[in-house]
């Protein structure tokens, strides 16, 4: 490994078997991931590609932790700094270095902004490229941050978050992809994933709305106003996307592929203006949305709570194949790839175009009488069909754990029966005809200029 930079002069290159005290998670679990960023290219490879930083096959990653800074650094209260970050990342390209610092977090511990402000102010003075958090906090992407820093401090620096369910997923899925082409490398990650699966790791996931919850829920039912600006419904937000996240996380285990939040330009590039129109859509809505992105399923999947209904909602919209004419017809389409599925609060919804009734049926009435999707006041066939699958909570929406729970039981259940089962209507290419017009044309002018005109009887020879 290369030598310290020249603005430390203190630290431990990073340990896949750490020798700390058991009491020191952090630094354990900190250790043990940097050391697999060193040891696994694919790996490397894959976590420094989620924030931009692109990994050659001749660039050369060094980790430390334990790491002392050459100059003392002031803290955010005019005090000389005691703590220090719990590593360090160094990638060197041959043409270029970039750096970064690393701070770990486990179990309940969040990232403080008063010590991420430090380390910011640090990481400017000593040059580094880049701060690094890992915690279980939970983000939509990695650019996205957990904690609110003035624009000015950040300027110059990029921020990044990993939560432990991340880094735990990726790992997980180059092993289930078979994408990692040494096998002394495919141990040492499937030792690491060994070691952050266990719960002395202090690795969780997130199992728990916010403590507003279910105030916010019993607002909702007894009909009192929301406000989008309050601390209860911005921290509800700010839960619902933590668990939007894990939503992902959770199926791209269950389907070792990656499933992604489908987010907006302006929202990937603004985690404060998603918050803010989130924030805005659950006072006006009375309901929290995400959308799941999974690799060629036939839509996206779309999830609602619904806190007026204190319902989930699973669902995904295909469009109708124009190909058949009737109602009949096309639920049929959409009922043969149904016809294994545990039919189980199912529901399909055959909506219309225009002014034209939408109608529903739960799947189980569709599968033996398709015909129960036809309108008695229009004869327009339906555009699109949409499938859905909800669970009506009751008096246990509003339970924190229980919520998510059902959540997290629920959309995976729904894309088992639905989603792995429907394929999108593709229209059939052209036939070509028998015959081709333009010859036909052409052979009827030609024959009519051969015909030849009557002869006049009393013309001469």
């Known amino acids: 490994m290369a030598a310290l930079p020249d603005f430390l002069h203190g ?27 060193r040891g696994v290219y694919e790996f490397r490879q894959t976590m420094l590609g989620s924030l931009g930083v692109r990994v050659g096959k001749r660039a050369a990653l060094s980790a430390w932790t334990e790491i002392c800074f050459n100059n003392k650094e002031s803290g955010t209260n005019g005090k000389t700094r005691h703590e220090r970050p719990d590593g360090l990342l160094v ?19 969040c990232i403080g902004e008063e010590q991420i402000t430090d380390y910011v102010r640090q990481a400017k003075a000593s040059g580094v490229d880049a701060v690094i958090t890992i915690s279980n906090q939970f983000v939509a992407q990695p650019s996205h941050y957990p904690v609110k820093l003035p624009k000015n401090l950040t300027r110059g620096i990029h921020l990044y978050h990993w939560s432990w369910m991340y880094v735990l997923t990726q790992a997980t899925l180059l092993l289930e ?22 719960d002395s790791s202090g690795i969780s996931r997130f199992d728990s709305m916010n403590s507003e919850w279910k105030d916010l ?30 939503l992902c996380l959770i199926m791209s285990r269950r389907l070792a592929r990656p499933v992604k939040l489908k987010l907006s330009r302006q929202h990937r590039t603004d985690p404060p203006k998603r918050l803010q129109d989130d924030c805005e859509q659950l006072v006006k809505q009375r309901a929290l949305t995400c959308l799941l992105d999974v690799p060629n399923a036939a839509a996206d999947i779309t999830v609602t709570a619904d806190l007026t209904t204190r319902t989930i909602v699973t669902s995904m919209r295909l469009t109708a194949p124009r190909d058949r004419k009737s109602t009949k017809a096309r639920a049929n389409w ?23 009734e939408d109608t529903q ?38 339970g924190r754990k229980v ?6 039981t629920g959309v995976p259940r729904f894309y088992e029966q639905v989603g792995q089962r ?40």
Not at 182 to 188: E, G, K, N, V
Not at 336 to 356: C, E, F, W
Not at 403 to 408: K, N, S, V
């Open 11 to 37: 630290g431990e290159a990073a340990r896949l078997i750490p020798v700390v005290a058991d009491t020191n998670r952090e630094q354990r679990t900190a250790s043990v991931v940097l050391a697999a960023l």
């Open 91 to 109: 990638l060197d390209t041959g043409k270029k270095r970039w750096t970064a610092l690393v701070e770990a977090k486990v179990g309940n511990a």
């Open 177 to 198: 992809d078979d994408a990692i082409a040494s096998d002394d490398q495919r141990f040492l990650l499937e030792e690491v994933v060994r070691h952050l699966s266990h």
């Open 217 to 246: 829920v019993g607002k909702v039912k007894s009909g009192a106003n929301l406000t989008k600006g309050s601390e209860e419904v911005e921290n509800t937000v700010s839960s619902w996307h933590q668990e939007q996240r894990d």
């Open 334 to 356: 959409l009922a043969r790839q149904l016809s294994k599925a545990n039919a189980d609060d199912i529901y399909i919804k055959a909506v219309r175009r225009g002014r034209a």
């Open 361 to 398: 049926a739960p799947l189980a009435d569709v599968l033996n009488d398709a015909t129960v999707l036809e309108s008695t006041g229009t004869n327009v066939p339906p555009a699109a069909f949409e499938v859905f699958q909800m669970l009506d909570l009751a008096g246990k929406f509003s």
């Open 403 to 408: 919520f998510i729970e059902h959540l997290e």
């Open 422 to 461: 429907l394929r999108a209507w593709v229209e059939p290419p052209p036939k070509i005809n028998e015959r081709d017009p333009v010859s036909e044309d052409a052979d009827v002018t030609h024959h009519e200029d051969d015909v030849a005109e009557p002869r006049d009887p009393t013309a001469g020879p």
